[in-house]
C-alpha cells in the first residue's frame, strides 16, 4: 500500500474486500500488531480492545480443555466464564445438549475435527467481546444455521466489525461499507452503502478503467505503427 489513508469510526460494519493477494489478512496482522509497518501509522484510540478470529489453533493450545481454551483468552481471570462459553458456542452452532455442557468443555480441544476446531477459534474471538472485531472468512466452516446464529450476532453487536469474506449473502445482511484493497494504484478505497450496491458499484469503475486502458494501449500502438 502506498499513501493509504481511511477512517474506521466507531461501532462500524465493514467488508474489507480486494482480490487475491491484494494484502487483505496482512492488513489485519497490522492492526493487531502481529505485523510491523515499513513506514506510515496506524492510530487506534487508547484502550481499544481488538481480537480477530485465528485461522489455526497453535499446537500447544491443543492440549486445554474447551473450559482452559476460552479462559486463556483473557488477560485476567474471568469469573462466571461458563455461561459467557454456552453463548458463544450457540453463536458458531456449535452449542452440546444440556446434559452434556460440563462434560464438554472438559474436552479437550484436539479431540475436535477440523472444522470444529476453526468454530471454536471463531468463539475464542467473540467472547472477548472487543471493541473491535476481525472476522476472517468466519463462515467457512459453519453451516446454515451456523452461518444464521452468527450473522443475528452480528446484527446485535453494538461494536466495531471489519470482516473478511467472500460469502457475499452473509455480508451484504449486516456491513455497511466496504474498504477496498485496490490492487492497480495500491490504494485503501472506502465506500459507504450495502454490499451488493457497492460490488456494482466497484465493478462498474474497473470496468470502465479497464475499457480506457485498452483504449489508451491500442492509440499507443497506432502511433508506434504509424511511426514505424
Known amino acids: 500500500l502506498k499513501e493509504a489513508d ?10 474489507l474486500m480486494g482480490q487475491n493477494g491484494a494484502g487483505k489478512s496482512t492488513l489485519f496482522s497490522l492492526i493487531t500488531g502481529k505485523l510491523k509497518l ?5 492510530n487506534i484510540q487508547p484502550r481499544t480492545s481488538i481480537a480477530i478470529s485465528r485461522q489455526i489453533i497453535p499446537r500447544d493450545e491443543l492440549k486445554l480443555t474447551v473450559l482452559e481454551f476460552f479462559e486463556q483468552c483473557f488477560d485476567e481471570k474471568v469469573y462466571n466464564i461458563e455461561p ?22 472438559q474436552r479437550v480441544v484436539g479431540s475436535f475435527s477440523g472444522g470444529q476446531q476453526a468454530r471454536l477459534l471463531l468463539a475464542s474471538a467473540l467472547i472477548q467481546n472487543p ?29 466495531t466489525v471489519i ?7 452473509f455480508l451484504n445482511s449486516f456491513t455497511q461499507g466496504v474498504l477496498y484493497l485496490n490492487t492497480q494504484n495500491r490504494q ?41
Open 84 to 105: 459467557k462459553i454456552d453463548e458463544v458456542l450457540e453463536v458458531v452452532n456449535l452449542a452440546p445438549s444440556e446434559k452434556m455442557k460440563d462434560e464438554f468443555k
Open 6 to 15: 481511511f477512517v474506521v469510526r466507531r461501532g462500524a460494519k465493514l467488508t
Open 188 to 228: 485503501v478505497e472506502q465506500y459507504n452503502g450495502n454490499y451488493h450496491t457497492v460490488v456494482r458499484e466497484i465493478s462498474a469503475r474497473v470496468e470502465k478503467e479497464r475499457r480506457a486502458n485498452a483504449k489508451l494501449a491500442k492509440e499507443t500502438q497506432a502511433n508506434k505503427d504509424k511511426i514505424n
Open 38 to 42: 515499513d513506514e506510515g501509522d496506524i
Open 163 to 169: 470482516v473478511i469474506s467472500h460469502d457475499a449473502d
Open 131 to 159: 471493541d473491535v472485531l476481525l472476522l476472517d472468512e468466519p463462515t467457512n466452516n459453519l453451516d446454515k444455521a451456523g452461518i444464521e446464529h452468527l450473522t443475528d450476532f452480528l446484527k446485535e453487536y453494538r461494536k
